[in-house]
């Protein structure tokens, strides 16, 4: 297995418990110590070193693609960047996936894709309107997997409020930060 955004909030949290099953391949600019003695990094750009990508995936038979330029505001003051590292590496990852022949991808996705929704409950049915270049990303990333659906089999997960232990209150953390107004 290989997760590529592994050394991020969701991404390290998920590498530790596919640790707990098999060997994992994480795949990061950034580098992050796992006590897991099976868990190996990769430090490798997925917009720019494809061949890196090839290399992590090599007897990998499923990639949990979690990398990504995150933020909406970010993708707003750097719209190239974001389309490069979102758009551009995720065809990356896709394409050295099928080349090295990975059987699955599971894409992060993201709730964005659905805009400010006033429909409630929001379902997958539910009317897509991304309002940013990072929501546009990941509606055109699920797009790509659609398009290479005859070569590998994928899922996309459209997350929402994602929570938990580590995670920082800078980018779209709404519990943390209704949590720690609670306890102040």
């Known amino acids: 297995m290989a997760v590529t955004g592994g050394a991020g909030f969701i991404g390290s949290h998920l590498a530790c418990e596919l640790a707990k099953l098999n060997d994992v391949t994480v795949v990061d600019l950034a580098s992050k110590k796992f006590i897991e003695p099976n868990v190996h990094i990769v430090i490798a750009d997925i917009y720019s070193e494809k061949q890196a990508l090839k290399k992590a995936f090599k007897d990998v038979d499923t990639v949990f693609h979690l990398a990504a330029m995150v933020g909406v505001q970010s993708s707003m003051d750097s719209p190239q960047k974001a389309i ?6 995720t065809l990356n990852v896709l394409q050295a996936a099928i080349e090295t022949g990975v059987e699955k991808l599971v894409f992060a996705s993201s709730a964005a894709v659905y805009g400010n929704n006033s429909s409630i409950p929001i379902t997958e049915e539910s009317l897509l309107k991304p309002e940013s270049v990072y929501a546009l990303n990941k509606l055109h990333c699920e797009h790509l997997l659609e398009i290479f659906a005859d070569k590998i089999k994928y899922t996309a997960l ?7 232990p580590g ?5 779209a953390a709404v519990i943390p930060v209704f949590i720690q107004n609670a306890l102040q």
């Not at 459209?158 to 938990?164: A, T």
């Not at 995670?167 to 980018?171: G, H, L, V």
Request: net charge negative; charged share 20%; no cysteine.
């Open 158 to 164: 459209r997350l929402f409020n994602v929570y938990g």
């Open 84 to 89: 490069e590292v979102n758009e551009l590496g």
């Open 167 to 171: 995670q920082s209150t800078e980018y």
